[in-house]
C-alpha cells in the first residue's frame, strides 16, 4: 500500500477528526543564540491536574542541567482525536521531534518512513554497560521494532485485571481465589446467590467503546489466543475463540452480568464497581483513593486459564519516539535517553496509572507500599504477553483492530440466548478479512 493511500485509511480507521492545531517545531541546531531546540508532545496520561505539571517538571530539569544546550518545549496532547493531530503534523511537515503516543504509533510512522531509529540510544547503553538494559524483558524492549530497527522504546505498561471486593469474597463463602474460568463461574454462583439483586458478580465494558475490546483480549489471552493468529492474519473462525464467546454467553445469560453489559462503556462499569454494585471489575490500574471503602477491601486477583489456555494476562506497551523530520537527530536522541534513565519521580507526583516498563522503578515504595500497583507487579506482569498475542511482534493491521475494534463484535453478538456461533464469528472474520485487504491496497 502506498504511504499516502495508508495514512487515509490510519485516519478512517481511528474515526477522528481534527481538533488541534500543529505545535510551532524546534529550530534545531542553528537555533538562535546556539540553542538547540526540540518540541516533545506528550500525551495526557494522567489526571490533568497533576500530569502535565509532573511531566513539565522533569523536562525543565533536562532543560536547566543538560550539558548539551538542548532545550525541549514540552506540549501536552489530549487523547480526543489524537492520531489525526500527528497524521496532520507529520503529513504538513510539522511533526513534533519527539513524543510519547499510542501502541502502534512508532511502528505505523516508521512504516511510513517518519519515524527516526532509537538505536543510537540502544547502542549508547550497550557501549556504557548501563544496568538500564536489565530492566526490560527482551519481548517488551523488542516489541517496537520494525525493518530490525528501534522505533520506540518502552517507557510504562498499562495492564489488565480484574480487581475484587474481599467482603464480598468472605460473605459469598469464597475462600479461594479461581484459578480457571470453571472455577471463575463458580465464584459467580456464589455471589450471585449471597450479594442483593442489583449488585452483580462481575463487571467489564461491553460495546459501548474501545474498551470493550480491551476486555475481550483479556479472555482470548487467558485462553492462549486471538483474533489473528501468529502472523498476524485473521483467525476468528479458532475453536478457541468459539470457547470463548460461550464464556461470556454464560456470564450474561445466568445474570452474573448485568442485562444492559452490551452497551456498557469504560465508564458505566468502572461507576458500578466504584458504587458497590459489583465484586469484581476488569480493567487497567485503578486509583480508589476517593472510594475509602473499596480501597480497604479490594485485591487483585491473579490471571486465570482459559479452557484451552494458561493463566495469564496481557499489557499494552507504550513507547516514546522521534520523528525523521526532526532538524536535530543528536538531540532527540539525548533527550529521550535522559528521559528513560530520569522517569522515575514521574510516577509519585503525576498520578499516571500505567506502571513503569523499568522493572527496578517497580521496586520503589511508592509502588510496593500499594497494595494495587505491588499486585500487579507480582501476580500480573510475570504472565504478560503483548496485546498483539499470539504474534510476537507488532503487524501493521493490528491498528484495524485497535481502530475498528472489529474482535469486539463477536462478544456483544454472543449476549443472547442462544448465539449462533459460527454465524457470529464467520461475520467477524469476514469484517476482518475485508479490512485486511483494503490496508493492503
Known amino acids: 500500500m502506498k504511504n499516502g493511500k495508508k495514512a487515509a485509511l490510519l485516519a478512517a480507521v481511528f474515526l477522528v477528526v481534527l ?5 510551532n517545531r524546534g529550530s534545531g541546531p542553528a537555533a538562535k543564540g546556539g540553542v538547540r531546540e526540540i518540541v516533545f508532545w506528550d500525551m495526557m496520561w494522567g489526571p490533568a491536574q497533576t500530569y502535565p505539571a509532573a511531566m513539565g517538571e522533569i523536562v525543565n530539569r533536562y532543560n536547566s542541567s543538560n ?3 538542548i532545550h525541549v518545549t514540552l506540549q501536552t496532547v489530549p487523547w480526543d482525536n489524537f492520531y489525526q493531530v500527528f ?3 507529520v503529513t504538513s511537515k510539522a511533526a513534533p521531534d519527539v513524543s510519547t503516543g499510542a501502541f502502534m504509533q512508532s511502528i505505523q510512522f516508521a512504516e511510513m518512513g517518519e519515524g527516526l531509529s532509537l538505536d543510537p540510544v540502544v547502542d ?3 557501549k556504557e554497560n548501563n544496568p538500564i538494559l536489565n530492566d526490560y524483558s527482551e519481548a517488551i524492549f523488542n516489541l517496537h521494532m520494525y525493518d530490525g530497527k528501534h522505533y520506540g522504546l518502552p517507557w510504562n505498561l498499562d495492564t489488565r485485571q480484574f480487581t475484587y471486593r474481599k467482603d464480598y469474597f468472605e460473605k459469598a463463602g469464597i475462600t479461594k481465589l479461581p484459578a480457571t474460568w470453571a472455577e471463575f463461574e463458580e465464584a459467580c454462583a456464589k455471589l450471585k446467590a449471597a450479594l442483593p439483586a442489583d449488585t452483580y458478580p462481575v463487571i467489564f465494558p461491553g460495546g459501548g467503546d474501545y474498551n470493550g475490546l480491551h476486555a475481550i483480549i483479556t479472555f482470548f489471552v487467558q485462553n492462549d489466543t486471538g483474533a489473528t493468529d501468529a502472523q498476524g492474519n485473521p483467525d476468528y473462525l479458532n475453536p478457541r475463540i468459539t470457547e470463548t464467546l460461550q464464556f461470556i454467553n454464560r456470564l450474561y445469560v445466568k445474570g452474573y452480568i448485568p442485562e444492559g453489559f ?9 461507576k458500578l464497581f466504584q458504587s458497590g454494585k459489583a465484586a469484581m471489575y476488569l480493567h487497567n490500574a485503578i486509583d480508589l483513593r476517593d472510594f475509602p471503602d473499596i480501597e480497604a477491601v479490594g485485591g487483585i486477583l491473579p490471571p486465570m486459564a482459559g479452557p484451552s489456555g494458561k493463566a495469564q494476562n496481557y499489557t499494552w506497551v507504550n513507547a516514546i519516539e522521534a ?3 526532526t532538524k536535530d537527530p543528536e538531540a532527540c536522541h539525548a533527550f529521550i535517553k535522559w528521559l528513560l534513565e530520569n522517569e522515575g519521580d514521574l510516577w509519585e507526583k503525576s498520578g499516571l496509572g500505567a506502571l513503569p516498563a523499568r522493572a527496578s522503578l517497580r521496586q520503589r515504595p511508592y509502588f510496593t507500599d500499594r497494595w494495587a500497583t505491588r499486585e500487579i507487579s507480582e501476580l500480573v506482569l510475570p504472565t504478560v504477553v503483548s496485546v498483539c498475542h499470539p504474534s510476537p511482534s507488532i503487524f501493521l493491521p493490528f491498528s484495524i483492530i485497535e481502530g475498528e475494534a472489529i474482535p469486539m463484535i463477536g462478544m456483544v453478538n454472543a449476549c443472547v440466548a442462544n448465539p449462533d456461533y459460527r454465524a457470529i464469528q464467520q461475520d467477524v472474520q469476514d469484517r476482518m478479512l475485508k479490512a485486511w485487504a483494503e490496508f493492503e491496497m
Not at 481538533?19 to 505545535?23: D, E, L, W
Not at 452490551?262 to 468502572?270: L, S
Open 87 to 89: 497524521l496532520t503534523a
Open 323 to 325: 520523528f525523521s523530520q
Open 124 to 126: 549508547a547503553w550497550k
Open 262 to 270: 452490551p452497551a456498557y462503556r469504560g465508564t458505566d462499569a468502572e
Open 19 to 23: 481538533a488541534f492545531g500543529a505545535c
Open 67 to 69: 550539558p548539551d544546550n
